[in-house]
């Protein structure tokens, strides 16, 4: 079965890079992706990246793949206030999107 | 373009009463999912359509929950009827091939059962 985690709460100061870690089980999945949630809103797509992949930039998004370990990172550069918001790690397996519980990100002045 | 719709986009309901939520997909899209998110439990896929024809309906909680696509451009989830543990936000998503694609998500509905 699929199990993806992810650390609860993440607290970073505006201007330096958030990371934000998630490892998860199934080794067939064939993307990963990052999911914002702002209060009281839906899931954004942030970006996702496929199985065969170890790195993908977008703009202030970065995200890096290790497959051997079945661990997936996303890195913002230059954290500012509109960043804070809950992101969720999911793998897709089949057409099966499992997700993580989702970290808070506070940005702080 | 329009992303998935979503309404009502809150629900304040008592127990014992039907609840229907209602889903309009991105124009295109052949794959539709309910989920819901609550505290306890994060996001959990409740039913799965293909070309409007539902595929897994495995997560759907019980019998007092039941889902509809009659055509491509509009989905329904219905609670009835409706107990207070089913107070939680119910998203709709849209993707344009299930297996491959990546799924867009609507604005949600906050449903809440007194």
């Known amino acids: 079965g699929e199990d993806v985690e992810q650390s609860l709460f993440l607290s970073v100061r505006e201007g330096d890079s958030s990371v934000i870690n998630c490892t998860y089980t199934d080794s067939s999945s064939t993307y990963l992706y990052w999911y914002k949630q702002e209060p009281g809103a839906g899931l954004q797509l942030l970006t996702y990246i496929f199985s065969n992949m170890d790195m993908k930039q977008d703009q202030r998004l970065t995200v890096l793949l290790n497959k051997k370990d079945k661990h997936l990172s996303l890195r913002i550069a230059d954290t500012q206030t509109g960043d804070s918001a809950i992101y969720f790690c999911?793998?897709?397996?089949?057409?099966?999107?499992?997700f993580g519980a989702g970290t808070t990100v506070t940005v702080r002045a | 373009d329009a992303g998935v719709i979503q309404s009502p986009r809150h629900e304040v309901t008592e127990m014992g009463q039907e609840v229907t939520l209602r889903c309009k997909p991105i124009?295109?899209?052949?794959?539709l999912f309910w989920y819901r998110q609550t505290m306890m439990r994060g996001l959990e896929l409740l039913i799965y359509f293909n070309n409007n024809v539902p595929i897994d309906d495995s997560g759907m909680p019980e019998d007092r929950f039941s889902a509809k696509m009659p055509n491509a451009s509009f989905s329904t989830l219905k609670i009835q009827p409706s107990e207070p543990r089913d107070s939680a936000v119910y998203f709709c998503?849209?993707?344009?091939?299930?297996?491959?694609?990546?799924?867009?998500f609507g604005p949600g509905t906050r449903l809440t059962v007194l």
């Open positions: 998503a849209s993707s344009l091939r299930a297996y491959t694609d990546t799924q867009y």
């Open positions: 999911a793998e897709l397996h089949d057409y099966k999107l499992s």
């Open positions: 124009s295109g899209h052949n794959s």
